[in-house]
DNA sequence: ACAAGTACTATCATTTAGGATACTGTTGAA
DNA sequence: TTCAACAGTATCCTAAATGATAGTACTTGT
């Protein structure tokens, strides 16, 4: 997913299409969250990567982010209402994916043979 | 985007998550469609990237193609029932985006700067 | 004195999605 | 007879997303 088209739902898309967004949300919509702490709920995540889900959520104005200028650092992200304004979609997706469960194949990969080193010669 | 945890919401997310497949459901959901019409619907994909999201959504058992084994070859595609089982979500993703238009910044580009032409001597 | 925690950024590398272009074989229409 | 339409696939390539790893400056706890 790349650019969108001016299609408002692939506008709502593009917001959480984002390998981590769902999961951010899901933990911010608890309660606010530090950095290292949101690092520690997604396992996995690195920081660079988790920066820059975070800016990027922010500038979209799903989150704001709060530095609180001390030393050692204390920066707290939490969502705004628009983000938590996503919640009745991300339970619908939640839903569907939950009452569907038994219909959707586990699709694994394999489409075409391109480029695939055990082919060449 | 790329793998989905188990997390529900990520599952159905990855399912409609491609550039074109929104668009795809659109169109198929006002009826079924053979791949150059899909082509000329879609303005600007190329056939081998329709194939892709064709197959891939087949795959999901989001649509089903009918090859109807005819030369000059045709092939109707169509939604499944679990295709079009997703018409609720995405129409709330529009909705959302239409309510939220006026607060949802433009962002454009630019986090760090990184590996940038302009940056490097 | 040293380690750990804070919030990141820098640099490099890999993976994945998607695009450009050309091509297939057959048929019916101009 | 040459052309477009049909439904794609093959090959090559670029751009975007994500990951791995290391390091910053400072402070509190042991």
Request: proline fraction near 6%; charge should be positive; hydrophobic fraction near 35%.
């Given at each position: 997913m790349t650019k969108h088209s001016g299609c408002p739902t692939e506008t709502t898309l593009a917001l959480i299409a984002g390998k981590w967004k769902v999961m951010v949300i899901y933990w911010l919509l608890k309660e606010k969250r530090r950095f290292n702490q949101l690092q520690r709920d997604l396992t996995g995540i690195t920081p660079r990567t988790l920066g820059k889900q975070l800016k990027e959520m922010e500038q979209d104005g799903l989150l704001k982010r709060v530095d609180y200028g001390e030393i050692p650092p204390k920066v707290e992200y939490s969502l705004t209402s628009l983000g938590r304004s996503l919640q009745p979609i991300l339970i619908a997706m939640e839903e569907w994916a939950q009452l569907n469960m038994d219909k959707i194949?586990?699709?694994?990969n394999a489409l075409f043979?391109?480029?695939?080193p055990e082919t060449k010669t």
């Amino acid at each position: 997913m790349t650019k969108h088209s001016g299609c408002p739902t692939e506008t709502t898309l593009a917001l959480i299409a984002g390998k981590w967004k769902v999961m951010v949300i899901y933990w911010l919509l608890k309660e606010k969250r530090r950095f290292n702490q949101l690092q520690r709920d997604l396992t996995g995540i690195t920081p660079r990567t988790l920066g820059k889900q975070l800016k990027e959520m922010e500038q979209d104005g799903l989150l704001k982010r709060v530095d609180y200028g001390e030393i050692p650092p204390k920066v707290e992200y939490s969502l705004t209402s628009l983000g938590r304004s996503l919640q009745p979609i991300l339970i619908a997706m939640e839903e569907w994916a939950q009452l569907n469960m038994d219909k959707i194949p586990a699709r694994e990969n394999a489409l075409f043979i391109e480029d695939n080193p055990e082919t060449k010669t």
